[in-house]
């Protein structure tokens, strides 16, 4: 009989955030010290710009680490999914499931994002009491939709990048200079007008740029128009969707 | 005929042979050794855009810092060796006894990160006024620090299970230790109240002490004291318990 032979019935559809959720839940309840980790290091960097910088540039700072923080979290990603496929051998798992990359890539963003989300809250929080005036409500948004671009372009690329590494050796300081390299050169912690002039050239080439110059203009940190905020959001949706495709166009989602 | 004064030595037997091994294995990290001086050339990019006049002072720092932060190299391979590979058991129960092992990894792991080291220095000598004294304290106060962060890092490697936490627990041990004491900046910006918590990090009071050559006057006699004597017991016994440690959980095994 047909109904002796037939394969078992599997789901072909399943929540995904809700499932990875979980992961990252579970990641930094068993590993508290995991949490810390992410949580802290915006704070140690802050703390040393407050001693060595005017205090006036503070909220700038703050704004600075929100977005550095979000932009590790592609690392954390692109460690995430090396671990899992080349330590813990589940790649080919989730290969088999009804997850497609992209799934997949939203699902270890978002358990990452739960590890950076204490950090990033009492940043905001902190970035309130700070301010030495109060902005309105869009400023706060401004910030959330950066941030939610910011999030997706860089867990793209560390997702991508975890596809092409052999080695956990590697995870560490590939993942250091990417990401570091990358919120270093833009202008997160400070004015882009302090920059050297070659080094601004080299900084409009990077999303996180513009994503700083739209938060620090929305905020009332660093001046801009209205035509020049509407540059930024178009030059940041624009670079991070080109990068968001190259990434994913890189991505190994089968062994070949 | 052979004495026995070699017994003390045998405490450390294998350390060359075993330090050449890591130092081969290190070499072939050339990402890992390019990315070990990001965290100081950020913290230099910061003090330069920012505050240009604690150059100097950030340099000497940079120094230390990457000295300091071979503890955490140390940590990363002897979790790897241990967790990942699987392999230290092999290497003990080789004529290597477990002292020469943590000390072969430390120095092979020293050899390795050497050259960004002495790019620094390299930087310093041309930007900082490195009289011979300085120099002398430099090397002093830095094998210091190297011997203190290498012996916690092995300490503390034995203590993980699992490596998908050891980069960033480890980045962030090694940065509240070299980030958050003045070790990039002067020791006058830190809280006064806390300067002897300081004063008692060996990477702190290395620069300090440092700092006080730089600028005469900086720290009071006793607060020199402190880092002095600070820093050299607590290298010995950091050491000293790294070695027992070292012979300890191999025992276990």
């Known amino acids: ?256 | 005929m052979r004495t026995e004064p070699a017994h003390r030595l045998s405490l450390f037997r294998g350390t060359v042979a075993f330090s050449l091994t890591e130092f081969r294995v290190q070499a072939h990290e050339g990402i890992a050794i390019f990315t070990s001086m990001i965290t100081q050339v950020v913290l230099l990019i910061f003090v330069t855009i920012l505050a240009r006049q604690y150059l100097s002072v950030a340099l000497l720092g940079a120094i230390l810092f990457s000295l300091f932060t071979l503890g955490q190299r140390v940590l990363n391979e002897a979790a790897y060796i241990r967790v990942d590979h699987k392999l230290n058991q092999l290497y003990l129960a080789s004529p290597l006894t477990p002292g020469g092992y943590f000390l072969g990894i430390s120095v092979g792991v020293l050899l390795t990160y050497l050259g960004p080291i002495l790019v620094l220095v390299a930087i310093a000598v041309v930007l900082v006024p490195l009289t011979p004294i300085l120099g002398l304290e430099l090397a002093a106060v830095g094998i210091a620090v190297w011997l203190f962060a290498s012996s916690m890092g092995y300490v503390i490697s034995t203590t993980f299970r699992d490596m998908r936490a050891i980069w960033s627990n480890a980045s962030l041990l090694f940065n509240l230790f070299g980030v958050l004491p003045p070790v990039f900046y002067p020791v006058r910006l830190f809280p006064l109240a806390l300067r002897p918590i300081a004063l008692l990090m060996p990477p702190s009071a290395a620069s300090a002490i440092l700092q006080n050559t730089l600028s005469p006057g900086t720290l009071s006699s006793s607060d020199l004291l402190l880092a002095v004597v600070g820093l050299a017991v607590e290298t010995v016994v950091m050491f000293v318990f790294a070695v027992a440690w070292a012979r300890r959980t191999a025992q276990e095994r």
């Open chain 1, 1 to 256: 009989m047909a109904t002796a032979t037939s394969m078992p019935a599997t789901p072909h559809d399943g929540r995904v955030l809700p499932a990875f959720g979980v992961i990252g839940w579970r990641w930094i309840s068993r590993n508290p010290a995991a949490a810390i980790a992410p949580i802290l290091q915006p704070f140690i960097f802050l703390y040393f710009l407050s001693l060595i910088s005017p205090p006036g540039l503070f909220p700038l700072e703050i704004l600075g680490a929100m977005l550095f923080t979000t932009q590790n979290i592609g690392s954390w990603v692109m460690g995430d999914s090396a671990t899992w496929r080349i330590e813990l051998a589940v790649q080919d798992m989730f290969i088999a499931s009804p997850l497609g990359k992209v799934r997949y890539l939203f699902g270890v963003a978002f358990s990452n994002l739960i590890a950076a989300a204490p950090a990033l809250i009492v940043l905001a929080v902190l970035l309130d009491v700070v301010l030495p005036h109060r902005v309105p409500w869009t400023a706060w948004l401004v910030l959330g939709g950066c941030l939610t671009v910011v999030w997706i372009l860089f867990s793209s690329i560390g997702v991508a990048i975890s596809s092409r590494l052999t080695s956990q050796r590697e995870i560490w300081p590939v993942g250091n200079l990417t990401f570091t390299v990358v919120g270093m050169l833009s202008p997160l912690y400070y004015p882009l007008s302090y920059l050297p002039p070659t080094w601004q050239r080299i900084a409009h080439f990077l999303p996180t740029t513009y994503a700083a110059l739209l938060v620090q203009g929305a905020f009332g940190i660093t001046p801009a128009t209205p035509t020049q905020m509407v540059e930024y959001v178009a030059l940041l949706l624009g670079l991070a969707v080109v990068g968001t495709f190259v990434a994913l166009r890189m991505y190994r989602w089968r062994a070949p």
